[in-house]
């Protein structure tokens, strides 16, 4: 089938995948999170199963169905992503893909009781969170490593800045100031850059794109560790 990564491209393989957004709780009712509906990383996930891989999936909150064959742990906070990321690749990983929409900022505590209101403004105090690729690609035991970056301006300068920062192996880049693609849509289009190289995939839709991401990474992994 086109667009289907070749069978067995990842067999023997352990791959840790982020999907979804964070959630990060102000108050015992309220939140801070993001458009992701998660369907990217949920695609990579069933890609990754189909060329063979064992697939840890660390899931933000999302109305989608896990993927069959896919071990999924969901998780609230990026806090929780780091966490959960962490001990899936202390038990080891060949392949560590980041497609999470994890929230930069939290707020810098959640009242235990529901903020009331009082006055015409308020302001919430926010404080970064911890960025679980940065961390992953930092170890001194890094598996192969392949963030996202959504970006609406200069998108190629953009994701190759983050992928040299970051230290990735890769970075998916899209564009997700064009309407009905990417974010929430069942459609993408993305770049694909490496440290001496890039590709186009799409728009087509989101399983297509993962099945041709994860041929791809396939080709990439295998140079890397030979
Ligand atoms: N990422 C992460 N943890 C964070 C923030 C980002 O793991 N706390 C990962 C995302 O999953 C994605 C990549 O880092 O693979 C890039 O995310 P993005 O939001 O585009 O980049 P940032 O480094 O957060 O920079 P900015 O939002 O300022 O563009
Ligand atoms: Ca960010």
């Given at each position: 089938v086109a667009g289907q990564p070749p069978t067995g491209v990842l067999t023997g393989k352990r791959v840790v995948i982020t999907a979804g957004p964070t959630r990060e709780p102000i108050d015992p009712v309220r939140y801070i999170s993001n458009h992701s509906s998660g369907k990217m990383g949920y695609a990579l996930a069933a890609a990754a199963r189909d060329a063979g891989a064992e697939v840890v999936l660390i899931s933000g909150p999302v109305a989608i169905p896990a993927p069959s064959g896919v071990e999924v742990r969901n998780v609230t906070t990026a806090a929780d992503m780091l966490k959960a990321s962490s001990e899936a690749v202390d038990v080891g990983c060949d392949l560590f893909i980041a497609s999470a929409a994890v929230a930069d900022y939290r707020p810098q505590s959640c009242e235990s009781d529901k903020i009331k209101k009082s006055s015409e403004q308020m302001a919430l105090s926010l404080v970064r969170n911890p960025d679980t690729l940065a961390t992953i690609a930092a170890?001194?035991?890094?598996?192969?490593t392949v963030g996202f970056a959504a970006e609406t301006t200069d998108v190629a300068r953009y994701a190759i800045d983050k992928m040299q920062r970051k230290k990735l192996q890769m970075i998916v880049a899209n564009?997700?100031?064009?309407?009905?693609?990417?974010?929430?849509?069942d459609n993408n289009a993305v770049t694909v850059f490496w440290p001496d190289g890039q590709a186009s995939i799409g728009p087509d839709s989101k399983q297509r794109i993962a099945d041709r991401l994860m041929a791809l990474i396939g080709e990439h992994l295998d140079q890397a560790t030979g």
């Open positions: 170890r001194a035991d890094a598996p192969f564009d997700v100031s064009v309407p009905g693609l990417g974010f929430n849509s």
